[in-house]
């Protein structure tokens, strides 16, 4: 009974049996039933950043937090870590550009993938391309509907 059902994200889901665990250990960790943007950081040991990274960690932060209230709770939290433990790379880049499109009018201009790529450089620390290089690159060879990259459209996600 129960073998392979799964919550929040279908049949690549955990299991209904673990995620009894993953309940204990959540409400563990975070009695009240919610975890914070604070301990979220924490569990990530993502503390300290500078603004950029920062902001990136609490874009993250809002796209878990599917209700908005402000916390993730558990079916949140289950839900984030289907997505990166187990979801398909498909689900992943759907989640990626939803981050990416930061004022949410579904498609990734050059000023959105910029501040994208300052972030996640700021958490890597490397430099290999400069912001610029990097943004011509992406945009360029993601130019499907020929605007000469102007924006990024979510076409090549469902290709
Ligand atoms: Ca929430
Ligand atoms: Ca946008």
Excluded at 11 to 34: C, K
Excluded at 52 to 72: L, P, S
């Amino acid at each position: 009974m129960g073998n392979g059902e799964s919550v929040a994200g279908g049949q690549t889901g955990i299991l209904a049996q673990d995620t009894y665990v993953w309940y204990r250990a959540f409400m563990m960790e975070y009695p009240s039933g919610l975890q914070t943007l604070h301990e979220f950081k924490a569990l990530l040991g993502l503390q300290g950043l500078n603004q950029k990274a920062n902001q990136h960690v609490d874009q993250v932060y809002n796209t878990f937090d599917t209700n908005k209230d402000g916390f993730i709770d558990f079916v949140e939290f289950i839900a984030a870590v289907n997505l990166v433990v187990q979801g398909k790379i498909e689900q992943k880049l759907k989640w990626y550009f939803k981050l990416c499109d930061s004022d949410g009018n579904g498609s990734i201009d050059k000023k959105e993938l910029l501040n994208i790529f300052m972030a996640v450089q700021a958490l890597n620390g490397q430099q290999t391309l400069s912001p610029e290089e990097f943004v011509n690159l992406v945009l360029h060879k993601t130019d499907i509907n020929n605007d000469g990259g102007a924006t990024l459209l979510p076409a090549f996600l469902t290709q």
